[in-house]
């Protein structure tokens, strides 16, 4: 047999069986990418959950507190020059901590923890200090990653990053 002796024409309930298979493929291949869209972790640089550049170390004095809204943190500078990220998620039940210079404290509007310039609790319910995230710092630059806060139990001078 030769391909000349090949059929050339499909038959009509062939043609519809190929058109069929081909736009259910193209239905699952499009709702695999949305799905995907919806399950993939969200990962914006700038914002919580991905890298935020803050800036240069020199911009921050030692003593202060400066809050990243985007970031979801507080790049607090200790008097001795060490840095620290403080996630705002209050350990208790998840409210947004604010910083109050005026008494050099962090305090929950939920049930009134509050915690120092570290984060460690001051005042309960709130049962442990706030989480923290990895700082890296390069060239005199700070970035922050919020990917993943990281549980501390008590504070100790290794959570503390010195440029
Ligand atoms: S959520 Fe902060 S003290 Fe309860």
Redesign the pocket.
């Known amino acids: 047999m030769t391909s000349s002796d090949l059929p050339t024409t499909l038959s009509r309930r062939d043609f519809l069986s190929l058109g069929l298979g081909a736009l259910g493929l193209a239905g699952l291949l499009q709702s695999g990418a949305i799905t995907y869209q919806f399950l993939a972790p969200r990962t914006i640089e700038g914002e919580f959950g991905g890298v935020v550049h803050a800036g240069e170390l020199v911009s921050f004095p030692p003593g202060s507190v400066t809050e990243f809204p985007d970031g979801r943190f507080f790049l607090v500078r200790l008097d001795d020059g060490g840095l620290l990220a403080v996630y705002r998620r209050?350990t208790?039940?998840?409210?947004a901590?604010a910083w109050h210079p005026t008494e050099d404290r962090f305090t929950?509007p939920?049930?009134?923890?509050h915690f120092d310039q570290a984060g460690v609790v001051e005042n309960p319910?709130?049962p442990r200090p706030l989480d923290t995230f990895a700082i890296t710092l390069r060239d005199g630059q700070i970035s922050v990653d919020t990917a993943r806060p990281q549980r501390r139990d008590h504070f100790s001078v290794d959570q503390v990053v010195y440029g």
């Open positions: 209050c208790h039940l998840g409210c901590v929950c939920c049930h009134g923890s319910p709130a």
